[in-house]
Structures are given as structure tokens and as C-alpha cells.
């Protein structure tokens, strides 16, 4: 192959990629109904013809954006999930280290924020996060509680109701700051505010009794 050859094959590769960061721009600056798959291209600096050759039409663009973001969890946190056998806490540290790397880049975090937006005027994206997002990661989280209370390493608690406690502040946190721009004085501080989840869920935010601390 020829070197011409090499850097026609890398650009072809790298296609899709700017094609979606392209649409993720004019997503988050328009909204998912206002914009236009002619947007798009421009922005990508392709055509339009272009576009629908790696994605048919425009739910498919907003599809990929979701996959590309969620692909880091989905290829390493959650397989090592799935098959880990004991203390629990130690993969949901991971899990929630991985979510805070993750939305610290800004343009992952404009991917829950997009969602946030317009989930309640476009049902289909809120199906497309369930079904490549929550359908994945509840469930392994979920079975993961339940092997800690089988094996001791947690208290008799309701797997499916803990589950909500682990998720449920991080996705609070997001739709505070960045739905109803309500953030803490140094901003979104993701490693601050997850440091803090963990502490008290795996703690508890009531004092130990002196009898405890002896």
C-alpha cells in the first residue's frame, strides 16, 4: 500500500468520527429538531451525500454519539462487573472514577446534557439512552449488589433500590448543573462531588455512635 494509499485509509477512517463530533456541535447549539443533516455536513466540511453514507439519517447521527460516548464503559467497567467476585465497593469506585474521567472531557459531558434537554420533546432519545446506556449498566450493577449481600461484603439491602442510591446523585448532579445551571462555587467539580457520593453511600450520613467509635 502506498503512502498515499495509508493517509486516504486514515482519513476515510477518521470520517465518521469528525462527522459525529460535527453533529454533536450543532446539536447542543441548535437542538436535535432545529437542526438539519445539511448542517451537519457543512460543519464536517463534507457533503451531504457524504453523511448518509455512514449514517442514514439523523436519529442514526444522535445514535452514534451516544455509543461513541458510552464505548468506554461499556468495553472495560462493565465486563469487569460482571465477573467480579467480592467486595463490592471496589468496582463501584472504579465505575464512578470512570464516569468522572469521562465527563470531565467536555464533549462527553455535552452528550448527557444534550439528552437532558430534549428527552422530555423526543421520546426516541430517551429510548436510544436506555437501551445503550441503563439497560446495560443497571442490570450489571445490580447483580453486582446482590453478589455483595450473597457474600456478606454488604448489608441485606434491596439490590434494585440500591442501585438508584449509587446512580441517582451523579445524574442529579449533571441535570442540577447543567439543565437548571445550579453549581457548586468551584463549578461542576466532578472528583470533589464523587468522593463525596462515595463517602456517604458507602458510610452513611449519620454520626457513629460512641460505642462504635470505641
Known amino acids: 500500500m502506498s503512502v498515499a494509499d495509508k493517509k486516504f485509509r486514515r482519513?476515510?477512517?477518521?470520517?465518521?468520527?469528525?462527522?459525529?463530533?460535527?453533529?454533536?456541535?450543532?446539536?447542543?447549539?441548535?437542538g436535535f429538531a432545529a437542526t438539519k443533516v445539511e448542517e451537519v455536513a457543512q460543519r464536517a466540511g463534507v457533503s451531504k451525500g457524504t453523511i448518509y453514507l455512514y449514517f442514514p439519517s439523523k436519529d442514526a447521527l444522535m445514535e452514534g454519539i451516544v455509543r461513541r460516548t458510552v464505548a468506554p464503559i461499556a468495553e472495560h467497567a462493565l465486563p469487569d462487573m460482571n465477573k467480579f467476585e467480592g467486595d463490592p465497593?471496589?468496582?463501584?469506585?472504579?465505575?464512578?472514577?470512570?464516569?468522572?474521567t469521562l465527563l470531565s472531557d467536555p464533549n462527553s459531558m455535552a452528550v448527557p446534557r444534550?439528552?437532558?434537554?430534549?428527552?422530555?420533546?423526543?421520546?426516541?432519545?430517551?429510548?436510544?439512552?436506555?437501551?445503550?446506556?441503563?439497560a446495560k449498566a443497571i442490570p450489571a450493577l445490580t447483580a453486582l449488589v446482590a453478589?455483595?449481600?450473597?457474600?456478606?461484603?454488604?448489608?441485606?439491602?434491596?439490590?434494585?433500590m440500591t442501585v438508584r442510591s449509587i446512580i441517582g446523585p451523579i445524574v442529579a448532579h449533571i441535570a442540577l448543573s447543567e439543565v437548571f445551571e445550579i453549581r457548586p462555587g468551584e463549578g461542576l467539580a466532578l472528583d470533589k462531588m464523587a468522593e463525596n457520593h462515595l463517602?456517604?453511600?458507602?458510610?452513611?450520613?449519620?454520626?457513629?455512635?460512641?460505642e462504635e467509635q470505641s
Not at 89 to 100: E, Q, S
Not at 114 to 126: D, S, T
Open 199 to 210: 463517602d456517604i453511600l458507602f458510610y452513611g450520613i449519620s454520626a457513629r455512635r460512641k
Open 147 to 160: 453478589r455483595g449481600v450473597a457474600s456478606g461484603h454488604l448489608r441485606p439491602v434491596d439490590p434494585e
Open 11 to 30: 482519513r476515510a477512517e477518521a470520517r465518521p468520527d469528525e462527522m459525529l463530533d460535527a453533529a454533536l456541535a450543532v446539536f447542543s447549539e441548535k
Open 114 to 134: 444534550l439528552v437532558l434537554r430534549e428527552i422530555m420533546n423526543f421520546p426516541a432519545i430517551a429510548e436510544l439512552y436506555r437501551r445503550e446506556v441503563l
Open 89 to 100: 465497593r471496589v468496582p463501584i469506585v472504579m465505575l464512578v472514577g470512570t464516569l468522572c
